[in-house]
């Protein structure tokens, strides 16, 4: 392939936006792949594979330019439940790779056109709900109570039905470590004054990402504790630190990897679940992407076919070597944009360090302490959610408002998928009232009336148009003025044919404009005129 200057220098400016961006996904998603991997009751090193696919291979087919994908917390549950009805992880990953066939598909047939019918305000709603779960579970593992990783986006129960969010919290006030919490201070201290301008104006603070930083002085903090303070410091054991598997060189780390069980060609309840996870991983993949592209400082449109197909890849690709199912994630996708990234160079980045870092230095990873993984995502939490966000949608109307508020409290009670649709059903009923109020009008003077239909006319202004048709009196000349329509329903010519045949009777003139030609096939079957 040859490399034009251009692209050449592209590449290198973008290179120093998307390094860093890169270091500081991969550190957010360590944690968060071994995390759902756990909570999906699956091999650890599953969810490792899943978040090296996602970042090496679905970058370069991405439609994307910031998303991250990689294993999806939103999965995690049926991934738990599909592995125990299928009775092995081997058989589940032939469900994911015909997953992944199945999304390739449903890209080719064009289906990515549904994120773009999820109301604005439901995505900005969807992202301040995420910022505010992703604070709630992070608070726990910044005081020290790590028996339980993130899971499922779900406000009450999680994966286990165990435990709930609240409870989690206050457990973890209630015995909380001191050690945890001030490794957290530390690190949410470095983060802060990382940000401020006095610091940015020096280069060498704009070279070097803050996380990483965090995540050096985490690993060194509790080393001084360890050699100084005798018992005084998070231990492995007690789930205070990253668990990553180690293995003995390349041919350990090989033997990792789990082949699929052809045999489950034969199960049908192989490919329910190919499906369940491809309707669902798609959905999520687009509304991520929709979130994904709000969140982009350039404003960039991804091709979200494209992104069908990545993701189809994907998954086929994770199944087939041994991987958890992958979606785009916004947590890894927000984390990307905030730390700067410019292109997928810094999602490919992110997948490599994974792929260097669990291959070269797992014992040094595995030293990381959780609380300072936990400071990086309650910033990157504090970022969707920002009172200012809050304050924005309010002041843009009820209309906006409702349907934002309504998500952001359904996804943090429910869970991620079912709080969007509960948003959807909010805005489209404001979408219905909007369109009600502005599709008809009547003016009259006297004994005329004239009723204009101002744009599309469908099923819900029935109720409108007979009301303002009921009201014209007696002995009265109606003008029906449809021409800036382009859709009447044929609810509506029902509607305007049976007052037609009342009007008769009451002596009322009709006179149309543009209404017959508006008929079209219907108007074979229906003539008007009488």
């Known amino acids: 392939m040859i490399i034009n200057q251009n692209d050449q220098t592209g ?18 998603a360590l944690p968060l792949c071994l995390g759902i991997a756990l909570a ?4 650890l090193f599953s969810g490792v594979i899943a978040g090296i696919i996602g970042g090496i291979v679905i970058s370069i ?6 998303s991250v994908s990689g294993p999806a917390a939103g999965l995690a549950v049926i991934v738990a439940t599909a592995i125990q009805n299928l009775g092995s992880f081997r058989v589940f990953l032939l469900a994911v790779a015909i997953s992944g066939v199945i999304q390739i598909v449903i890209g080719y047939l064009k289906a990515g056109i549904i994120g773009n019918y999820v109301p604005n305000a439901v995505i900005k709603g969807m992202l301040a709900a995420i910022g505010v779960v992703i604070i709630l579970k992070q608070i726990p593992h910044a005081l020290g109570r790590d028996e339980h990783f993130e899971g499922d986006f779900d ?14 919290i206050i457990t973890a006030v209630a015995t909380m470590s001191p050690e945890a919490v001030i490794i957290s201070i530390v690190s949410l201290t470095i983060l802060l004054t990382w940000e401020r301008p006095f610091m940015q104006r020096h280069k060498i603070f704009k070279l070097v990402p803050g996380p990483l930083i965090v995540v050096i002085a985490g690993i060194l903090i509790n080393e001084i504790f360890k050699v100084s303070l005798n018992n005084f410091y998070l231990k492995p054991e007690d789930g205070h630190l990253v668990t990553l598997p180690v293995s003995s060189g390349l041919t350990g780390f090989m033997n990792q990897f789990t082949l699929p069980d052809w045999s489950g060609l034969a199960n049908k309840q192989v490919y329910i679940t190919a499906l369940t996870i491809a309707i669902i991983g798609s959905i999520e993949s687009l509304l991520s992407i929709e979130a ?48 700067g990234a410019r292109t997928r160079l810094s999602a490919f980045i992110h997948g490599i360090l994974l792929f260097v870092c669990v291959l070269l230095i797992p014992s040094l990873l595995n030293r990381i302490p959780l609380a300072s993984l936990a400071a990086i995502l309650l910033v990157i939490g504090y970022k969707l959610t920002k009172i200012e ?27 991620l998928l079912n709080g969007i649709l509960i948003g959807m059903v909010v805005g489209l009923f404001f979408v219905v009232r909007t369109n009600h109020r502005s599709a008809i009008t009547m003016v009259s003077q006297d004994d005329f009336y004239l009723m204009r239909f101002n744009k599309d006319v469908s ?17 009265s000349k109606l003008i029906i003025d449809a ?36 008929a079209q096939n219907f108007m074979r079957k229906v003539n008007l005129d009488g």
């Open 61 to 66: 087919f991405s439609g994307s330019e910031v």
């Open 389 to 415: 966000l809050y304050k924005k949608m309010y002041q843009s109307g009820l209309d906006q408002f409702l349907p934002f508020i309504i998500t952001v409290v359904a996804i943090v009670f429910t869970d």
């Open 483 to 518: 021409t800036k329509a382009i859709f009447i329903d044929n609810d509506i010519y029902d509607v305007v044919t049976d007052f037609e045949q009342m009007a008769r009777f009451r002596n009322i003139k009709i006179e149309y404009k543009n209404f017959h030609s508006k």
């Open 155 to 168: 406000f009450f129960f999680e994966v286990d039905v165990k435990s709930n969010t609240i409870g989690d």
């Open 459 to 475: 099923f819900v202004n029935k109720t409108e148009l007979k009301d303002k048709l009921s009201s014209i009196p007696p002995a």
């Open 11 to 28: 590449l290198i400016n973008n290179l120093k936006y998307d390094a860093p961006a890169g270091l500081v996904v991969f550190l957010v």
């Open 292 to 339: 994904s592209d709000k969140l982009d400082p350039q404003r960039r449109i991804s091709s979200t076919n494209k992104e069908l197909k990545a993701q189809g890849l994907g998954n086929l690709i994770s199944g087939l070597i041994g991987g958890l199912p992958i979606t785009s994630v916004i947590v890894r996708s927000s984390a990307n944009v905030y730390a």
């Open 40 to 43: 999906s009751g699956a091999p």
